[in-house]
C-alpha cells in the first residue's frame, strides 16, 4: 500500500483548474483550450472542432461550481462510451455486466462488483485516450472470471487484450488531476 501511495504522490499532477478562457482541459486523451462564455442561461459545454471546449456559464458561477459543472459534462460522455465497449466486451469475454458507474475515485481507476456484477469507473477516464478507458472496462469485466491478480486473471489479459501492458503504462504515466486528492 505504501509503495501504491508512494507512486501516487511522485506522478505527475495538472496545475489546479480555474475554469477560465485559454486554460487546458483534456477530453479522450486530447489538449482542449477552455472557451468560456458568459450567458444568462443554463450552463453547458460544447466540443468545438479538435481545439476548443465552448463553456457556457452565467457570469456569477464560482469555480467550485464550475468545477462540477465541468465533471457533469464528462460523467455524461463517459456515459455514453462506456456502454458500447460493455457490450463488446460482453461477447469476446464472455461475461455479463449487470450495472456500471462513474465516480471519482482518488486512487483507483476503476472496481468491480462480482456478486452484483456491476463495474464503476474513475470520472478521469473521460479525460484521458479511449483505449487506456477500454483497458480499464476489459480489467474489471475480467474481475468476474477472477477476483484477484494472479497468474489466471493475468492469462486472461493477455487473451482477450493483449496489448493492455501498453495501455496500463500509457494510464500510469498520463498526469493525473491536481493535488487535492488526499492519499
Excluded at 472557451?35 to 467550485?64: C, M, S, W
Excluded at 449487470?98 to 471519482?104: H, L
Aim: charged share 35%; proline share 4%; glycine share 2%.
Amino acid at each position: 500500500i505504501k509503495k501504491h501511495q508512494r507512486k501516487f504522490e511522485t506522478q505527475e499532477r495538472q496545475p489546479e483548474r480555474k475554469f477560465i478562457s485559454r486554460e487546458n482541459h483534456f477530453y479522450q486523451g486530447k489538449r482542449f483550450l477552455l472557451n468560456v462564455i458568459e450567458h444568462d442561461a443554463p450552463p453547458k459545454i460544447i466540443l468545438k472542432g479538435k481545439t476548443y471546449l465552448d463553456f457556457y456559464v452565467r457570469k456569477e458561477t464560482t469555480t467550485q461550481k464550475r468545477n462540477e459543472i465541468m465533471n457533469e459534462w464528462y460523467r455524461e460522455q463517459l456515459k455514453k462510451q462506456i456502454p458500447a465497449l460493455i457490450e463488446k466486451w460482453e461477447k469476446k469475454i464472455g461475461v455479463s455486466v449487470n450495472d456500471f458507474g462513474v465516480k471519482q475515485m482518488k486512487t483507483k481507476w476503476g472496481t468491480c462488483n462480482r456478486e452484483k456484477k456491476r463495474i464503476w469507473l474513475n470520472l478521469e477516464l473521460a479525460k484521458k485516450p479511449t483505449q487506456c478507458l477500454e483497458y480499464i472496462v476489459v480489467h474489471e469485466m475480467v474481475h468476474l472470471l477472477e477476483r484477484k491478480h494472479n497468474d489466471r486473471f493475468l492469462n486472461y489479459m493477455n487473451d482477450f487484450m493483449p496489448n493492455w501492458k501498453a495501455h496500463k503504462q500509457e494510464l500510469n504515466r498520463l498526469p493525473v488531476r491536481h493535488s487535492d486528492w488526499k492519499y
